[in-house]
């Protein structure tokens, strides 16, 4: 009965985590249901090495188009993954999806470089490189071609057991990634703590390197910090030729983004892959 104000706080807690189980026990059947149905699928954004011009690789970047809703921001549907304990099953469909994809298209047979996106929350479960070898021997592609973006949406809060589930991925050969430097959670601990082999600059930063030259200090630093650390940088979010032009002249090694290829299928560029872009004139400096 909610006649006393005593009670009323209690009852409420109950009403309200009994209403949020059965909001996620629903999400969780919807996002396994876009799963096996294919609405859940992966497109492929081109990496391009800066000073030779050609293209290496390419990201792995979810996206959900639910026969009701249209198409749902990754952002949005990422968090949820989260949020309800789905993350694990998306990292594997993207996995299955992805590796499959490149290791059965002409690409195999070249040197070209996938990424993956791993949400940072997975380097708490220890079952990841134990799932991703599992992929992998389904899906016949070297792990040295393959590198992982870890996206910390929050906070890492082990980084013993981080460090653990990092150390056997990078035992198969895959490379790890920081992504989203310099916004949000990711910061200079994780990158202190943890092994990366490359730091991907954010958004945030590469967009204003033309206009801005506190952006382009920021940038630069970051440029020389990944040669010091003698690790890769990519560039994310390049719009425009010039700053193409800024990230060669400060020696960023490889750059992402709409100017150089918008997300798409496998098939839309695979035949890009061996040769240069037309549209990649650099200016010389
Ligand atoms: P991200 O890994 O930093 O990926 C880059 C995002 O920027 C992508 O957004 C991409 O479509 C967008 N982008 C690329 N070039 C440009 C550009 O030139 N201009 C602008 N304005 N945007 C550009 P998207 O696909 O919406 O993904 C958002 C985020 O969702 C990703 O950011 C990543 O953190 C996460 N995500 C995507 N796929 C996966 C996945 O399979 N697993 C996990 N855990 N996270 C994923
Ligand atoms: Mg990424
Ligand atoms: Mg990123
Ligand atoms: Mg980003």
Known sequence: ??????????????????????????LQAKIDQALRS???????????????GT???????????DRERGHISPAYFIEQCEQVGRM??????????????VATSPLAA?????????????LHDLRVAAMLSEVLSRCPFPARRLTLEITETSRISDYDTARLVMDRLRALGVRLS????????????????????????????VSRVRDSAKARCIVESLVKLGSDLRITTVAEGVEDAATLSTLKEIRCDAAQGYFLGRPNTLDSFANLATSHL???????N
Not at 38 to 52: M, T
Not at 56 to 63: P, S
């Open 1 to 26: 009965e909610r006649t006393t104000e005593a009670h009323t706080p209690v009852l409420l807690a109950c009403e309200s985590s009994q209403a949020d189980r059965l909001w996620n026990v629903s």
């Open 38 to 52: 294919g609405e859940i699928y992966v497109v492929y954004q081109p990496q391009f090495d800066i000073l030779s």
């Open 55 to 65: 293209m290496f690789g390419a990201e792995a970047l979810v996206r959900w188009n």
């Open 88 to 101: 694990d099953a998306l990292t594997k469909k993207v996995f299955e999806d992805a590796i499959g994809a």
């Open 110 to 122: 070249t040197d070209f470089q996938l990424s993956i996106n791993v949400s940072a929350i997975l």
């Open 178 to 205: 920081i992504d989203d430097f310099g916004v949000g959670a990711t910061s200079m601990e994780t990158l202190l703590l943890l092994p990366f082999d490359e730091l991907k600059i954010d958004r945030m930063f």
């Open 278 to 284: 037309p549209s990649l004139h650099l200016r010389q």
